[in-house]
């Protein structure tokens, strides 16, 4: 029995450690491109969620160490044991590689990063990762340092019944990424996208650094306020943002346009909350 939980247990560590061995593999680049690339990961968890229409407002946080805090109010993440790994599926979710929905299985997943590795890679590449989950009046925390629990998923405290919700909190490693400081802007033009492309979901942003900041998004009418904005600095030929949707063969898709007097056009297309800046049969 404590055998078999040991092979397990091996299992896990080397699945990360291939992470931390090939990090480039996982998430394009140990840059800055990749150390904001983590961010989206986390937050694509909990865009998930709004897409489940079970989450309403994100919270994404630059502390003053740089590490990150992503706050959701979603219906946190499972804490029961999973069964076949016998652990929290919360434990599953960040050490094990490619657990989740995307990979063999499931496929609820309809958002996704750049390379939509997920959780345990962020885990992997973190000096340190909390969770705090906030479930059915309990709060449940686990802490983990380079992928490597430091202990087992524990009941810290009790919260309003009410309350529901996901926090993750990490700090990029600094063995791993050549750059380890946050660009505010960069952060905030991704998260304001996301938030175009999610009607409804609010998507604040905050930096707890020597100069504060915070911007808050929530767009009703997605992406037609998302091409308002982009003529925002141009001179659009008429007031209507022009705009239709559609549902085939369980294939959701919408487009959103408005002409402009400038001789260049600009067309952005997404798949599942993803830019495509080479098209696609979709555009
Ligand atoms: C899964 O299906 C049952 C109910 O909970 C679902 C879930 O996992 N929800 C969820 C995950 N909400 N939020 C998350 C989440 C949020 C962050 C910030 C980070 C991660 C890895 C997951």
Known sequence: MSEEYGAGQIQILEGLEAVRKRPGMY?????????HHLVYEIVDNAVDEALAGVCTSILV??????????MDNGRGIPVGIHPTKGIPAVEVVFTILHAGGKFGG???KVSGGLHGVGASVVNALSEWLEV???KDGKVYKQRYERGKVMYALQEIGTCE?????TTVS???????FEETVYDYSILQNRLREMAFLTKGLHICLKDEREEKREESYCYEGGIKEFVTYLNGSKNPLYDKVLYCEAMKDNVFVEVAFQHNDSYTENIYSFVNNINTPEGGTHL
Do not use: C
């Open 27 to 35: 998430i394009g680049s140990t840059s800055s491109r990749g150390l």
């Open 61 to 70: 946080q630059i502390n003053p160490d740089n590490s990150i805090t992503v």
């Open 106 to 108: 499931g496929g609820y």
């Open 132 to 134: 705090m989950i906030y």
């Open 161 to 165: 019944p009410e309350r529901h919700g």
């Open 170 to 176: 990490f700090l990029p490693d600094k063995q791993i």
